[in-house]
């Protein structure tokens, strides 16, 4: 028999102990430093700047708390962003406030600058990369550091990290942001710029050196911020651009120097800001004087977006150095130190109501309802424990529903009533809240290069507040964002050579004529010639036009009068003129006028006794001198009855008609505008001897619309239309389709009921089974630019199958595509998709689902077919298609052989 020696376990247990003790006193070496950081006397504030993009592009795990990082780390509490919302798609402002001198800061001290330098750089560049909320540390061996002073900020970034980053598609970084969108909004508005790391070494050997014969204060060793904390990138770039080689190079260099200036002059007080301001207000007043002057061009064009994207920023700096020149603070008082007991108001007003002799029953109930006083009792009534925040929003739709525009003249004098003026004065507190016009600032920049509807929600959350303040600063600031951010997305031009082309051809008609003039029976034949015109009817508020008919009735008759019969011959010739008016109150149509002029001959008489001659005679001398005596009121009957007769036709046909348009409009377009839970507000509504002009704002209380200037069409236009990316940004919102997940054919039944097109039978090849999840934010986004249309689908999963791919963005692009007036929008190029190792695999697998959602034939109408099949719009060409700046313009024109359409202007 053989025996196997069994093995000593002694050396194994050995080498677990050893182990074990490196693993005991290897964290206490490596936090041997802490020490000495803790007790240095020295202060160096080392500010984050990180900016949104990087935020959702970093690859790294977040911890728990800001307590797990390597060195004693100072994170403000901040608080955070609510998000709560009124729509599906609304989010409210960040209640965040920036610090009067720079961003969210961590700090940590220096005993000795020379000894521990090397140390410090690989220190800082993980630092460099937390968030001031919630953040990891990502380990780095190169990194740079700036250390200034009173007005610039420490800078910290990893370069090999950031090399080594992922790009990630919007789509994660909504999904990742939702649980705490308060921390991604607050990382947004606060970035700044950082030195090369040469600059950050040499200031940092300077501080050191400074520290071996001085001990500054923390004062002295930190920096003072240039004025404009927030650097307007898309406006510093439109003026580079126009200061290299355009009609506006002066003026843009001068802008230009003076917004470099308040960017990054770190020497300038508040008051020279405030007159660097006032130099800006005076170059953008010049700017729009000479763009004026100048020729049609692109020229122009680029010069004068360049000015409004400059008045757009005027205001709120304005406002923010006031704010800080006056050592004021920005936050609006405590609402419930203003607050009024409601209770009493709404009682008073609940019996104004309920009084019949004063408010009709069913107008009081109105009343009730589009106040929404059960609501505001409520909120009332639950009083501290009732959320802030929906009370906030309660309010806000209360107090604007009080002051819509479209309200009629008794109705605004309904609401000036003094138990409703009560209510308004006493839910202004609760409309109002904390605002920080540094935040405010800052949003604008974010929203400016990056126009996504969660920064538009927190901008339009700001207006709200600002607009009910008791500070007219705040008013101001609040009028000034809805002019420049909430323009019109739509306008629509029509001329009257237009309308009056699309007017039906008239043919003469003879009708019997069968009636009694003067108490003589008349009998006879009329023909009628008809021609109807629009005629537009200046006016600086509204649509208004008059249809008008002029035409000419010639008849033959003849009246029995014994023992005489007269034939007689007439000419009347008649104007009718029907006035309709479109504001914003709706369509009223005014009941036909007319009047007839003209002369009748008589033609002859003839007599039973003819074959006498004398009594014949006889007889006719009688007949011609009552028929002139009768002559005035016959031929006063006939004018009227001609006159009478114009206004039935002109009322029986165009009533009908109109009314028949209006039903249209209301079903095809306004249901579709409400199903997607917009609302079509008239910014502006005015008539020309030439043309109808109406700018329309498509967007609820809770989003932006247009901040750029639209394309000038040509002068010569018949029709023009500029539509904004923001009107069909804020329609797809409408849809609700953020967060939703159903399958391929779910989806496409739920946006065909959606645009009111229910029963349409889906794509034969569409992957029913197939299911999507959309983003939580922006499922889908809209851009014009380079004359191309990008539609972004954000997709959180696709699944098919067994395959599951997630985080992707889906781009398909659109090109303008003209046959005479057949106008679309084809495919251009394949999908392209973006996300995160997406090979060929889940490439193709995403191919075979969104390619039979957007094939390569599909194609969007901007102009009805059978248009140019109609003989009447045979001049007529298209003048311009240009799809630049978020824009989309259109105008039709007189046709030319050697006319061809403006198209957009590349620049790349």
């Not at 050592?327 to 609402?335: E, F």
């Not at 964002?481 to 323009?487: I, N, P």
């Not at 249309?789 to 398909?812: C, P, T, Y």
């Amino acid at each position: 028999m053989r025996w196997n020696q069994k093995k000593p376990l002694w050396p194994l247990l050995c080498a677990l102990g050893c182990l074990f003790a490196l693993a005991v006193a290897a964290p206490r070496t490596w936090q041997r430093l802490r020490p000495a950081i803790q007790t240095s006397p020295q202060r160096v504030t080392l500010p984050l700047q990180l900016q949104v993009s990087e935020i959702f592009d970093a690859d790294i795990p977040k911890p728990e708390d800001p307590s797990a990082l390597r060195c004693p780390v100072l994170v403000p509490d901040l608080p955070p962003i609510e998000q709560d919302s009124y729509s599906e798609t609304d989010f409210d402002y960040a209640e965040v406030s920036v610090p009067e001198r720079l961003p969210a800061r961590q700090e940590f001290q220096l005993e000795t600058l020379l000894q521990l330098r090397d140390t410090l750089f690989g220190l800082v560049g993980r630092l460099s990369e937390v968030s001031p909320a919630d953040s990891s540390l990502e380990s780095s061996a190169a990194s740079r550091v700036k250390v200034s002073s009173e007005s610039d900020r420490l800078a910290m970034r990893d370069e090999s990290v950031r090399g080594r980053r992922r790009q990630i598609t919007p789509t994660e970084a909504s999904a990742a942001a939702e649980e705490d969108f308060a921390d991604v909004l607050l990382q947004a508005v606060r970035r700044s710029r950082g030195p090369t790391r040469a600059e950050s070494r040499l200031a940092l050997r300077a501080t050191a050196n400074a520290t071996e014969t001085k001990t500054p204060g923390a004062a002295e060793l930190s920096s003072a911020s240039p004025l404009l904390r927030f650097r307007p990138k898309v406006l510093i770039d439109r003026l580079e651009l126009l200061a290299e080689d355009s009609p506006a190079s002066e003026w843009a260099a001068e802008a230009l120097a003076l917004v470099q200036q308040l960017c990054e002059d770190t020497t300038l007080s508040v008051a020279d800001g405030r007159a660097i301001v006032e130099r800006l207000q005076l170059l953008a007043e010049q700017g729009n004087h000479q763009v004026q002057e100048l020729s049609h061009n692109s020229g122009r064009q680029d010069w004068l977006r360049g000015v409004r994207s400059l008045e757009r920023r005027l205001g709120i700096w304005q406002m923010l150095f006031d704010s800080r020149l006056q050592s004021a603070g920005t936050d609006l008082p405590d609402p419930a130190t203003l607050e009024t007991p409601l209770m009493p108001i709404l009682g008073s007003l609940a019996s104004l109501l309920a009084d019949k002799d004063l408010v009709d029953k069913k107008h009081g109930s109105e009343w009730r309802e589009y106040l929404l006083l059960d609501q505001i009792a409520a909120a009332a009534s639950e009083g501290a424990a009732f959320d802030i925040k929906g009370r906030r929003k309660l309010a806000q739709e209360v107090l604007s529903r009080m002051t819509d525009q479209r309200l009629t003249e008794a109705q605004s004098d309904f609401l000036q009533t003094e138990p409703v003026v009560a209510l308004r004065e006493a839910l202004r507190p609760w409309a109002m809240g904390p605002v920080d016009i540094e935040t405010f600032a800052a949003l604008i920049e974010r929203y400016e290069s990056q126009p996504d509807n969660r920064y538009a929600a927190a901008l339009v959350q700001l207006q709200q507040r600002l607009l009910w303040s008791y500070d007219s600063r705040f008013q101001q600031l609040a009028e000034h964002l809805d002019r420049h951010y909430r323009g019109a997305n739509m306008r629509l031009a029509l001329t009257d050579d237009l309308l009056n082309e699309m007017m039906p051809e008239q043919t003469s008609k003879v009708a019997p004529v069968n009636t009694r003039i003067a108490g003589a029976k008349v009998r006879g034949r009329a023909r009628t010639t008809t021609r109807v015109q629009v005629r537009l009817l200046p006016n600086e508020k509204a649509w208004q036009l008059a249809l008008e008919a002029n035409g000419t009735v010639t008849s033959q008759t003849r009246s029995d009068t014994w023992p005489a019969r007269v034939r007689n011959a007439a000419k009347m010739h008649y104007h009718a003129q029907k006035k309709i008016v479109i504001d914003q109150q709706g369509l009223r149509v005014a009941p036909a006028k007319a009047q007839a002029r003209g002369h009748n001959e008589l033609v002859g008489i003839d007599t039973e006794f003819d074959p006498i001659p004398i009594i014949s005679h006889l007889l006719r001398d009688v007949a011609r001198k009552k028929h002139n005596k009768s002559r005035p009121l016959a031929l006063s009957q006939v004018k009227n009855n001609v006159a009478r007769q114009a206004r039935r036709q002109m009322d029986s046909q165009a009533n009908p008609k109109l009314v028949r348009l209006e039903q249209k409009f209301q079903s095809n377009i306004l249901a579709s505008i409400d199903n997607l839970a917009l609302i079509a507000e008239p910014v502006e509504m005015f008539t020309t001897e030439e043309r109808l002009v109406m700018k329309l704002r498509l967007a609820n209380q809770g989003q932006l619309a247009a901040h750029t200037a639209r394309p000038l069409a040509p002068a010569d236009s018949f029709m023009s239309m500029q539509l904004h990316e923001s009107a069909l940004n804020n329609a797809v919102a409408g849809l609700g389709l953020n967060g939703r997940r159903m399958t391929m054919l779910e989806l496409f039944d739920f946006v065909a009921e959606k645009l009111g097109r229910s029963g349409e039978a889906p794509p034969a090849d569409l992957p029913t089974r197939a299911v999507v999840e959309f983003a939580k934010h922006d499922a889908i986004r809209v851009n014009c630019v380079d004359d191309r249309l990008e539609i972004v689908l954000n997709i959180r999963e696709v699944s098919q199958g067994r395959d599951k791919i997630q985080n992707f963005a889906v781009h398909a692009f659109f090109r303008p595509k003209i046959d005479g007036l057949d106008v679309r929008l084809v495919r251009d190029g394949t999908l392209q998709f973006a996300g995160r190792n997406l090979r060929t695999g889940p490439r193709v697998v995403l191919h075979s689902v969104f390619g039979k959602l957007l094939t390569k034939d599909h194609e969007v109408r901007l102009l009805n077919r059978n248009l140019g099949d109609d003989p009447r719009f045979d001049e007529l060409m298209v003048t311009q298609l240009v799809l630049e700046e978020g824009w989309i313009g259109l105008a039709l024109g007189p046709e030319h052989p050697n006319r061809t359409a403006w198209r957009t202007t590349d620049r790349r």
